[in-house]
């Protein structure tokens, strides 16, 4: 039998391969606020990892504990229980210093801009480059490249009393960059600004992660920018709601459409199967299925390949061989009959499987194309 | 070059700053004015000490302060006297006595009725001294010049820092114009043939100089062989304490423990009527005294506490509301990964800069007014570098303080509840 795990598809847990160590990993983690009586948890048991160079874009209505997780993951709140580990280090019980160090690591860019009044954009970002030692010629390029880009070319030198609110946001978003951070963390970071400016934040933030391999962590309401996001993470009412992984999840539904029973549906209902598959594994030479059991599970070909063999009573004979993207074990699903061949891996492989009821309910909800129109029509209004 | 945080926000926000540095100024010169008070008792306790001459001093041991000296035989002086350590062992008469302001006409003319003597001035008491004209007891020359003028009991010298109700001529203080004029001291006719400068002090606003018959008719409750004062001037001063001891046994007086030095009850056990004391001595008892013992000191030794006390509180009240109102800019410099230490440094800076920049216009006006408090009370008020170090240490110290009282929420609260 193949292992079966617990990890949804698409979660994106097993796309390139090799794991690389987790910039920040999430476990069971609570958070509450206030004292005694008035104690009011605001997190519960969350659970999630973001890996090297991944932008993950944090939604939710509000109050439902986005901001409280990205703060923790900042370092900037105490964590109370559970397991945070960021860029290597465990939070929980972590000493001052530890705390001090991991900052500076780290590029946080405030809702509240909080830039110093006293100072002008130039010496607010310098003021971030100071603190890592940022040699001084080299930061003075870095920042007058920097606001340049962010359109502040003018105004370098101005104090941010004398910048608009978007202005002031970008010398808070260049002071969050500056120093070259392993982790960015940004809180709202396109509110203020005009779709042309939020555009090239987000260019940033992209090129930050491709070059520098820089994980970015954005709570945002903007769905202008949601493009970039590699993730995308709903949280609701202090839970983490769906941990989706959008170019998993989108390969997954290109797979899907390949199969002709779903080639109906709509990217919204693909991307809802594709959320109730879950990881197989098997190892080179195992039976995925066998003939003549009985059907259970719909499964697609991730990584790897299988060889199909059908025992027609002399004996198994090899009648096809699938790959990545291809899939097998429907018929027994939509016929209710046993297992009409065994597949075996032929190398190490991932499978992405969808169970019988859900396999049935998609092709029901196929059925419901045009209601599923005529919603999407009504909310439109 | 670090960027200067510290400075900038200081400049930045002038408003701000202004309201800082008035109250700390505030706070200074309140501290200023109750030290200086406290000093200007000191000083009353010690400025005519400082004019004499003497290594050792004799006098009553029921000495109280200056002008409660008491009295004692001046036989005591004269077998002082016949040490061969001892240069000069000369008597010195001090008291209050009683004067009245001259009549603003010249005496001259206003003595013809006794009338006119009616129309004199008012009474004041006044600080009066006997010295012997032909070897007066000053350590400055110019007052001792003028002291060889005494050769009459009807002669005086008044000190030219006595107050105007003393009844100068021109109603302001003692000049050449007012030497010849005649008024009253004690029950007789005097007439003032000199000036001299010494400064009055808390026990009177006036002081005036006489030659020893002289006193005993300003103060007639004394005799001329009852001195306040023996004043012994050795030939090397280091051996105060070796003739301490010998005049101390030619006495008959037991040498008693050097830790009972403030004790009055000493002379009473020892039934002598004499007391011994080095100059450091007399000049330590002097300032004790009157620091600590009369009521006046015992006021301006608390003044200084409560302008302490008022001076913290109103800067911790400038800095942490300064503090409170860059709160969200200091937790973000935490968030960034600023440790404690470059918070600190910056906020502790800027409460240093605080501090010596409201110090500057305090001690300005401080000046001012100790001036305008001499001027007006007649209190010695003198702006000592020993008072202007003291003042800027402690204003530093306050805002020092109160910077770190107001860092305190800034250390344990999480940087993401300041924002």
Redesign the interface.
Known sequence: MTSQTTIPATSGAFTGGIQMPKTVKVQALNHFFGEGELRKQALYENNLEVRRGEIVIMTGPSGSGKTTLL?LI?????VQEGSLKVLGNELCGAD?DLI???????G?I???H??????TAY?NV???A???GLDPMIAEGRINSLLTRLGLGHRIHY?PKSLSGGQKQRVAIA?GLVHKPKLILADEPTAALDEKSGREVVTLFQELARDEGCTIIMVTHDNRILDVADRIVNMVDGKIKSDVAVQETSVICEFLKEFPLFADLTPNTLAEVADQMMVHEAQSGEAIIRQGDAGDLFYLIRTGSVDVLINDGTGDQKVAELNQGQYFGEAALITDEPRNATIVAREPSVFYALGKDEFRAVLETSATFEEELRQALFRRQ | MKTPLAWKNLVHNKVRTSIGVAGVSFAVILIFMQLGFLGGIIHTATQIYDALEFDLMLRSPAYLHLTEARSFPRSRVLQAASLSEVAEARSFYLGLSEWQAPASVPAVESAKTSEAIEEEGDWRAIITMGTDPKDPVFNRQEINDEARKLSDSTFVLVDVKSKSEYGPADDEKFSETDIGVETTLGPHRVRIVGLFELGTGMASNGACLTNPEGYVRACPWQTIDDVNFGLIKLKDPSEAELVRQKLLSIYGIPSRDEKSTFSLTAAALTNTDVEILTRQQALDREEHRWVHETPLGQIFTLGVWVALFVGVAIVYQVLSTDIANMMGEYATLKAMGYGAKYLTKVVLLQAVLLAVVGYIPSIIVSWGLYRLVEKLSGMPMNMTPGIAALVLALAITMCVLSGLAALRKLYQADPADLF
């Not at chain 1, 909080?114 to 100072?119: A, K, P, V």
């Open positions: 703060t900042g370092t900037l709140r105490t001052r001090v160090r991991i900052r500076k690591e780290m946080f405030f809702q509240a909080n830039l110093f009044e006293s100072l010496q310098n003021m971030a100071e603190l890592v104090k002071r």
